[in-house]
């Protein structure tokens, strides 16, 4: 069974680092590609950027390049989004989603973990 | 970026109701189209792939069509499960945009 499980909901204050982590079992990691996709409370999906665990091929929406970094360790079927600085404006539920190279849709998703950043 | 515009924005309808939703996009992504619901609290969930294809498990009450840049979204008759957040996605181009949601109400 494919399934994609997410850390659990992080508080953090504007400033500091984090990383929130999205483990995958019951298929072959390094075959799909890894998104990641923010909502902000109340708002709409925002695609964030996508990896390929196979090649380390990473892509980013213009949007969130530079503000996050996508990666992936194949040992452990496990990718990752990281911030370095969070923001107040950072608060929302980060949700990663597995996407095959066929139909390029996200077919499975992670449950969602929740981000807060508030001094 | 390629943009994806959805119509309308909210619709109320009741159950039994036949329901479309369109999603534009702003240039071509021949059928490089998904379509997701997304109930209050949880994950989104695919309901269809490139534009047509009904993801495995999905009711075949929901269908979808299109290619270019015109898409629809059709639910042939409402349940009350179905009652939820509709988006598009267009998986033509990095990065893969998403619609800005169709919300589908009870009326």
């Known amino acids: 069974e494919v399934q994609l499980v997410q850390s659990r909901a992080e508080v953090k204050k504007p400033g500091e680092s984090l990383k929130i982590s999205c483990k995958a079992s019951?298929?072959?990691?390094?075959?799909?590609?890894i998104g990641w996709v923010r909502q902000m409370p109340g708002k709409g999906l925002e695609w964030m950027g996508i990896?390929?665990?196979?090649?380390?091929?990473?892509r980013y929406s213009p949007s969130f390049q530079g503000q996050v970094t996508i990666s992936a360790d194949k040992s452990i079927s496990t990718a990752y989004l990281q911030w370095s600085s969070l923001k107040a404006s950072d608060t929302a539920m980060y949700y990663c989603?597995?996407?095959?190279?066929?139909?390029?849709?996200?077919?499975?998703w992670g449950q969602g973990t929740l981000v807060t950043v508030s001094s | 970026d390629i943009q994806m515009t959805q119509s309308p924005s909210s619709v109320s309808a009741s159950v039994g109701d036949r329901v479309t939703i369109t999603c534009r996009a702003s240039?071509?992504?021949?059928?490089?189209l998904a379509w997701y619901q997304q109930k209050p609290g949880k994950a989104p969930k695919l309901l269809i792939y490139?534009?047509?294809s009904l993801q495995s498990g999905v009711p075949s009450r929901f269908s979808g069509s299109g290619s270019g840049t015109d898409f629809t979204l059709t639910i042939s008759s409402l349940q009350p499960e179905d009652f939820a957040t509709y988006y598009c996605?267009?998986?033509?181009?990095?990065?893969?945009?998403f619609g800005q949601g169709t919300k589908l109400e009870i009326k």
């Open positions: 019951g298929y072959k990691f390094t075959n799909y590609w």
């Open positions: 989603a597995r996407s095959d190279r066929v139909t390029a849709a996200a077919d499975y």
């Open positions: 240039q071509d992504i021949r059928d490089w």
């Open positions: 996605q267009q998986a033509n181009t990095f990065p893969y945009t």
């Open positions: 490139t534009a047509s």
């Open positions: 990896i390929y665990p196979g090649d380390s091929d990473t």
